[in-house]
């Protein structure tokens, strides 16, 4: 006869059950107390917590552009680590005296960090769609500070959300001052630059204002006007040179018709002496030496050369030779002539000597007017920087006075902090809960345990797979009065050790957590 392993029924769980219960009590009472004792000994932390809208700017952007053009989430960042600083921490912690003694026992670095696990920023994200932005970006953040006692947790949290305030206030007025001064400093830089370039052309107009392209035109038509001038001087030499030629012959005629003795020979010994030889060698052709003519002729020849001889101071022969007034007023006339062909003459070598100068001026003109257009490119450019920058720094002063004014993007309070009544942890039903769990789990983990490591055989069953025979007869156990008295005392010592500890339990309660009154008085609220 074979006989198979033996399967537990639900009477053998029983029996393991009735017989290792101790084992089952023992930790079930230990785990579940340890549990109670964390979840009443754990200290409550509290939390309060300030939520902040980010609020678009009131103006629209095309009247005035702000020069704050960072992303909200961006400049919440930014702001955060400015806040959480070690020195604005320590100021913090100094002020509401958060750490009581540990300030001067702990030190400041560890304080810092416990500070900076209190402290928690929540950005809220939506989906925006505009013109400078397409997808999520932060309306609003959230501001919360856990500790232990509400009040404090409040305070800190109110502080941190006037700091974030404060702090991004003073962010977007200084972004825009530092705006306004760098547009300002290169408005400054450019306007001197404008004026030593307009220093510049002015120079250089001056040293070549003969020269300067606008006045090419006039100095094309001075220049055809003197040359005009000059022609109409040639035209008048010409003229006066004729007019004189008669005149000469004029006056040659009288002084041949005077040769009777009647008239006078003229004042300008060689000219006379000229005539007097022409008159000479043509009367000669006609009459011989002994004739009249010809020896008066040669007389008054005779007396020139001596006055000529005489260097003209012969005052005698002078006396002799006296004009009559035909023959002086034309040699007046003569004489009038010569001045006025001698004026002429000096007036067309002026004009000829501003002509060679207006035509210098014209050939210099084209390299006057390059070095003039690269001045004056310069000049056009530096006064487009100019007035781009002027315009920017008008639009930066306005965005200026639009943070000066709050008008920007900014941070509003849309929830302040409040005071919690409530702790957000510890969890003490969770903690409980978990408690019972592993209490329970822990004493079926010790009868398990138990159970594999004794060796001794309980029931029929295990009895014959053990001698692989079937027992004659099943005697059940019988117990003896010392037996049942002891149970009924371990009953009575079980009994006692759990009054004691739900009386410990709820003293803990009363002194540590919550009075019972109150405590019940909120349980039966819940359950009803």
Avoid at 149 to 167: G, H, I
Avoid at 493 to 502: E, I, L, Q
């Amino acid at each position: 006869m074979e006989y198979t392993e033996a399967d537990l029924t639900l009477r053998d769980y029983l029996a393991i059950l009735k017989r290792r219960y101790l084992y089952l009590i023992i930790p079930f009472v230990l785990v579940l107390s340890v549990s109670v004792a964390v979840a009443l000994f754990m200290p409550p932390v509290y939390q309060s917590t300030g939520t902040i809208m980010v609020e678009s700017q009131q103006i629209p952007d095309n009247f005035v552009q702000s020069t704050v053009t960072s992303y909200a989430d961006e400049r919440i960042g930014v702001i955060t680590q400015q806040v959480m600083i070690r020195e604005n921490l320590l100021r913090i912690i100094d002020k509401f005296n958060l750490f009581g003694d540990d300030r001067r026992s702990v030190p400041a670095s560890q304080l810092v960090e416990q500070m900076r696990s209190m402290i928690g920023v929540e950005i809220i994200s939506a989906d925006v769609r505009g013109q400078r932005n397409n997808g999520r970006t932060a309306i609003a953040f959230k501001i919360s500070v856990e500790h232990e006692d509400p009040r404090l947790a409040f305070s800190v949290a109110n502080e941190f959300v006037t700091l974030f305030l404060d702090e991004n206030l003073r962010n977007r007025i200084s972004r825009a001052s530092e705006t306004t001064e760098f547009l300002d400093n290169e408005t400054l830089k450019l306007k001197n630059e404008l004026e030593a370039i307009e220093n510049q052309v002015a120079d250089f107009k001056q040293q070549n204002s003969e020269s300067l392209p606008e006045h090419l035109d006039l100095r094309i038509n001075q220049r055809e006007r003197a040359v005009r001038a000059v022609e109409d001087i040639d035209l008048n030499i010409k003229t006066l040179e004729s007019q004189r030629a008669l005149l000469e012959i004029d006056l040659s005629a009288v002084t041949y018709n005077s040769s009777d003795g009647l008239g006078s020979i003229s004042a300008n010994p060689e000219q006379e002496l000229a005539k007097l030889e022409a008159q000479l060698l043509e009367k000669s052709t006609v009459y011989g030496d002994a004739h009249p003519d010809i020896v008066s002729l040669n007389r008054k020849i005779n007396q020139l050369r001596e006055t000529i001889a005489n260097g003209g101071s012969n005052s005698s022969s002078t006396d002799e030779i006296i004009m009559d007034p035909v023959s002086a007023k034309i040699q007046a006339r003569i004489n009038t002539i010569n001045e006025t062909i001698a004026t002429q003459r000096e007036l067309k070598t002026e004009i000829e000597q501003d002509i060679e100068k207006l035509e210098q001026t014209i050939i210099q003109t084209p390299q006057v007017e390059r070095g003039l257009r690269a001045l004056t490119r310069g000049y056009e450019n530096a006064l487009e920087q100019y007035e781009s920058i002027k315009a920017k720094l008008m639009d930066a002063q306005l965005s200026e006075s639009l943070e000066e004014e709050k008008k920007a993007e900014r941070f509003l309070v849309l929830e302040p902090p409040v005071l919690a009544d409530e702790p957000i942890r510890p969890n003490r039903k969770k903690i409980f809960m978990l408690g019972v769990f592993l209490a329970v789990a822990s004493g079926i983990g010790a009868i398990f345990l138990i159970e594999i490591i004794d060796g001794s055989i309980y029931g029929m069953a295990r009895l014959t797979e053990a001698v692989q025979q079937s027992p004659l007869a099943n005697i059940p156990y019988i117990e003896t009065w010392e037996e049942t008295a002891k149970t009924k005392n371990r009953v009575k010592v079980f009994v006692g050790f759990s009054a004691a500890s739900m009386v410990c339990a709820l003293v803990l309660v009363h002194f540590l957590y919550m009075p019972l009154d109150m405590f019940f008085f909120k349980v039966w609220t819940r359950i009803s």
